[in-house]
């Protein structure tokens, strides 16, 4: 599988696929190329019988990713265009992670903010460095977050979801463990060994049952992602010009 650029790398440990995001400068902001070629790597992988596990971490140490970069400019222009194709192209990752039958272990670098906080939470585990944080703060810039709202009170409750939304503030993962977001916080130097020991468990499961336990858990969060989606384009329609 050749899916790497300067943006999105892949790399094999052993029968794990890692994927990287791979833009520190930018703290990992996820391109659309980066999130469709991400995309490309975990259904591929999916299908792959040589593959049992996936792993998907950021480059540097500071942001595993701050989701969606939204100042991307449009190669044609066309702005509106553009944020379709953001959407998308989160909806088709988030997906990837969702109905993957493989197991996805997302290694928090570093924070994850925004789409990237959405992608830890679909993740089938999570791991994370002693500094890593949750944060969800669209509200700060104006934005509704009608995905990340569904995704964490799924994930961590109605209470969490109305902390976190409306206030913008980051979750460090010591209290994310404690509300089993995170299975394991590590020091720094010990995140890839903890992120490859984690997707081999999982990966030498029964890939059937795993993967029929996967479809049957995740089904409440794809309902809610579903019905965020639909809020998210009558909300756009409603403020188009």
């Known amino acids: 599988m050749e899916l790497n650029d300067e943006t999105l790398l892949t790399e094999m440990h052993d029968a794990n696929m890692w994927v990287i995001f791979n833009r520190p400068s930018k703290a990992n902001a996820m391109t659309v190329r980066m999130m469709e070629r991400a995309t490309a790597a975990i259904v591929q992988a999916g299908r792959d ?76 585990a999570c791991v994370a460095v002693e500094s890593a944080a949750i944060s969800l703060p669209e509200i700060d810039i104006g934005i509704a977050s009608f995905s990340g709202s569904n995704i964490l009170a799924v994930a961590g409750g109605r209470a969490l979801a109305l902390d976190l939304i409306q206030s913008g503030r980051p979750l460090d993962v010591a209290d994310a463990r404690a509300r089993g977001l995170v299975r394991a916080v590590v020091a720094r130097s010990e995140l890839p060994s903890a992120a490859d020991a984690l997707a081999r468990s999982l990966g030498a499961k029964d890939a059937h049952a795993f993967a029929d336990n996967k479809r049957w858990i995740n089904r409440a969060m794809q309902a809610a992602i579903a019905e965020a989606r639909a809020e998210h384009a009558r909300h756009r329609a409603k403020t188009s010009p």
């Open 49 to 124: 019988p040589e593959i049992k596990a996936i792993v998907l971490t950021g480059a540097g140490e500071r942001v595993f990713t701050a989701g969606v970069d939204i100042r991307e400019k449009p190669e044609d222009g066309n702005q509106a265009r553009q944020r379709e194709r953001r959407s998308h192209a989160l909806a088709a990752l988030q997906d990837a992670v969702l109905d993957t039958p493989k197991p996805i272990v997302a290694a928090l670098n570093g924070s994850a903010v925004g789409g990237g906080a959405m992608l830890a939470l679909l993740a089938d």
